[in-house]
């Protein structure tokens, strides 16, 4: 019998109606559209409006895009991972809640956490499950409302962030194709340069938190643009010498959003040609554990079974990786 990969199968996604334009933010805060553009890359982000819906709401509605489309019984589906830094609740799962609302009432479900490396370290937890043998069908959801957590008076951060949700399902492949390798790290002496403080069991919620405004994200730009940079781009180049692949063999790089100045220094130091660099940042901004697989489905017509990708992330924590995966399917 072949060795087991894992390999993904079927993409959705979904982001809310709203747009939040560059030039609506100039009436928020002190900035403009060529400022904003020009640091990040950014035109505009979608956000959810509605009070009354949390991440979860992204979540479900991206499974069900990938299981329409995809034509799977929810039945079928194994388990359930969420990533996301937005869970709906600090307790009880978002994961069970959108296994139990999409159908999928046979798989067990969890959240997963890891700021904006969180489906990237997702992708590996459903690779080993599958690689086990045990299961067949392993949802991985990537989901934020990041406009829950944003303060809409700080144009540091109020202009990099928007809402979203994409969903992968990995299943088993016998082809030695899907997911090849991983190079996966973390730092916890960054957690004080990108961070949301209160809410946790080390600053609880008191009315002196939500006065001093710590229910909000925070970032020390300059710092997390220097290890984002250095971190992906090493993780990549481990990920591509230990492969030995070369800049011809990867058709496509998958990189985190967070900003385009991010992802232009780390495919120039891959010396990767730009139409191999995918990025939708300038319509969504940064989605935090949505991105991946937004761009996934975004870019899912142009792949080809058996291309070579690479994907690459960073986030708070700090925590960062790379993954070399090989497409299993051509678009119908």
């Known amino acids: 019998m072949n060795k087991i990969t894992a390999a993904i199968t079927a993409v959705g996604a979904y982001v809310p109606d709203y747009v939040l334009t560059n030039k609506i933010l100039e009436t928020l805060v002190d900035t403009n559209d060529e400022w904003i553009t020009t640091r990040t890359g950014i035109k505009e982000r979608r956000i959810l409006k509605d009070d009354t819906k949390g991440t979860s709401f992204l979540a479900i509605n ?8 995809a034509n799977i019984d929810p039945l079928e589906i194994d388990l359930v991972l969420l990533a996301t830094a937005t869970a709906d609740m600090p307790v009880a799962s978002t994961g069970a809640y959108v296994a139990t609302k999409i159908g999928a009432t046979n798989a067990f479900s969890y959240d997963l956490q890891s700021a904006c490396s969180s489906f990237l370290f997702g992708m590996s937890t459903a690779a080993a499950y599958i690689e086990s043998g045990r299961y067949k069908k392993v949802l991985l959801i990537g989901a934020d409302k990041m406009s829950s957590i944003v303060d809409y008076t700080d144009r540091a951060t109020c202009i990099i962030f928007g809402d979203g949700a994409g969903a992968a399902l990995f299943e088993p ?3 030695g194709l899907g997911l090849q390798d991983e190079y996966l790290r973390t730092d916890g002496d960054g957690r004080e340069f990108l961070k949301m403080t209160a ?13 001093d405004n710590q229910h909000n994200i925070i970032q020390d730009g300059k710092t997390v643009f220097k290890y984002a ?24 790089l998958v ?44 870019f899912e017509h142009l792949f080809k079974k058996g291309d070579t990708i690479i994907f690459a992330a960073f986030g708070g924590g700090f925590s960062w990786g790379s993954i070399y995966l090989k497409w299993a399917y051509d678009k119908k």
């Open 199 to 211: 809410g946790g069991s080390l600053f609880p919620a008191s009315e002196q938190t939500i006065k």
């Open 62 to 69: 991206a499974a069900l895009d990938l299981i329409e489309k």
């Open 229 to 252: 940079v250095t971190n992906m781009s090493d993780a990549c180049d481990i990920i591509m010498q230990r492969n030995n692949l070369t800049n011809d063999d990867v058709a496509w």
């Open 255 to 298: 990189p985190h959003q967070a900003n385009k100045r991010i992802i232009d220094a780390i495919s120039s130091r891959m010396n990767l040609e730009d139409s191999k660099v995918l990025m939708n940042i300038e319509r969504y901004g940064n989605t935090t554990s949505a991105t991946l697989p937004l761009v996934l489905s975004d």
């Open 173 to 175: 492949n016998y082809e």
